[in-house]
């Protein structure tokens, strides 16, 4: 079955001695014969020579499949928390140990940030809705997406202090 004619000129290869053991008894079980395996020792041993002789690619194969594991491992976790068949704090753990990307959840935060604005105005209402409008003007002028900003709903005045009378030839 293995048989193969004896080539005249064997190429030069250096077999390890525990090496051409496994592969004589790898042999023998093939064939069910002792007879000598030397080419296909030989081929045998190149064929392994030539995928050990890459570092290089074994190593960039061996990332790959590191990576495309650990995405396999995230998929999964992820779909397992979505369905409520596992923890999320011990799917952030396990995650973690595998050194995979962390699971993120989308956050809604509110913020609440208290700013003094001078506003004259007649009445403490009329204070209010200006303070809130220059508040919206400078976030606009600033920038802030109206994604972000809701002046209508989540802009709250916590206290209204009237102090001095402005001289009327500054809003007449």
């Known amino acids: 079955m293995f048989n193969h004619p004896e080539p ?14 496994v592969l004589q008894q790898a042999w023998a079980q093939a064939t069910h014969t002792d007879t000598s395996p030397q080419r296909w020792t030989a ?10 002789d890459d570092p290089i690619r074994n190593a960039q194969r ?12 995230h998929t999964q976790i ?31 935060v509110v913020v609440e940030i208290v ?3 001078d506003a004259d105005a007649e009445s403490i209402d009329s204070a209010e809705d200006d303070a809130r409008e220059q508040l919206v003007s ?3 002028l600033s920038k802030v997406a109206n994604s972000y900003l809701r002046p209508e709903t989540e802009i709250t005045v916590r206290k209204v ?12």
Do not use: M
């Open 138 to 140: 400078a976030l606009r």
């Open 43 to 52: 081929d045998t041993v190149r064929a392994l020579a030539g995928h050990l």
């Open 115 to 117: 700013f003094e604005i």
């Open 78 to 108: 992820h779909d397992a928390v979505t369905e409520h068949h596992a923890d999320y704090q011990w799917a952030q753990g396990f995650l973690q140990a595998c050194r995979a990307e962390p699971l993120r959840s989308r956050y809604r």
């Open 8 to 21: 005249t000129a064997t190429p030069a290869v250096v077999v390890p001695e525990a090496l051409a053991k």
């Open 62 to 73: 061996l990332h790959d499949g590191l990576d495309n594991l650990r995405r396999t491992i």
């Open 161 to 172: 202090d009237r102090g001095d009378l402005v001289h009327p030839n500054t809003y007449l």
